[in-house]
């Protein structure tokens, strides 16, 4: 993977992760720098792993269709198909949260 790529599927991962962890952090002001730093870190790298497996997981998906049709490229990210994902991470991620996240990996 570029790295481009990589720092667009970061970002989108950061961006996925603070939404998450935004509504915890509103709930209960006492939780410490640390403990949040540490759930948006790891947020960050499960979101970016799902973001970044998701084309080998749908080209895998998509190979158990009994009318599957083989072809022969791999699959994988470019700067261009990660780029309008981070833009709707950045836009949604207060407000849609999991409802977005599934929309957007089930589309």
């Known amino acids: 993977m570029p790295s481009v790529v990589v720092a667009l599927v970061l970002l989108a991962g950061l961006s996925e992760a603070a939404g998450r962890i935004l509504p915890l952090v509103a709930r ?22 799902v973001i970044a497996l998701w084309p080998l997981t749908a080209f895998t998906l ?4 009994p009318y599957a049709t083989a072809s022969g490229a ?11 994902m981070l833009l709707g991470a950045v836009i949604a991620f207060p407000l849609l949260g999991p409802a977005l996240h599934l929309m957007l990996l089930t589309g």
């Open 62 to 65: 998509a190979e158990l269709l």
């Open 28 to 49: 209960r002001p006492r939780v410490s720098p640390p403990v949040v730093a540490g759930l948006l870190l790891t947020g960050t790298a499960v979101e970016s792993a």
């Open 74 to 84: 791999a699959p994988g990210w470019t700067a261009g198909q990660v780029a309008p």
